[in-house]
């Protein structure tokens, strides 16, 4: 893992700040950068597969997001996007596992609950979701 104050993670600093300010293109050339350097960082998967999957790449967001997971396995909020891009590519039941997991490693995030309700509600589990949500 870079130090904090690496070359590599200055570069994804600048990415998630062009991302949050809405300038996907530069957060994308960013990541882009980055991922030549260390093709295998998570921080840099995520990013990417955030801004594909907002760029309506939900294929392409899927698959970098798995390779983040696979990176860092343990990152509830990896696990999390990971499944809201199943959830939008139509595949509820592949999210799932995916939100449980994350819950186990991070119960006390509530977005988590409220992901798999929508999750529970897009496979028409109505009774679910509102557990989920309550």
Request: hydrophobic share 45%.
């Amino acid at each position: 893992m870079p130090r904090p104050d690496s070359p590599i993670n200055q570069v994804l600093d600048s990415a998630v700040a062009h991302y949050r300010a809405g300038d996907l293109s530069q957060a994308e050339a960013l990541c882009q950068q980055a991922l030549q350097a260390q093709p295998q960082s998570a921080r840099a998967l995520h990013l990417a597969g955030l801004i594909n999957k907002q760029n309506g790449g939900l294929a392409s967001a899927i698959a970098l997001l798995s390779r983040a997971n696979q990176a860092e396995p343990h990152n509830p909020f990896i696990l999390r996007d990971l499944a809201e891009a199943h959830r939008q590519n139509g595949d509820a039941a592949s999210a799932l596992p995916l939100l449980r997991l994350a819950i186990e490693r991070a119960p006390e995030l509530p977005d988590l609950y409220s992901a798999l309700g929508l999750c529970f509600e897009a496979g028409g589990d109505f009774a679910g979701a509102v557990r989920a949500h309550a």
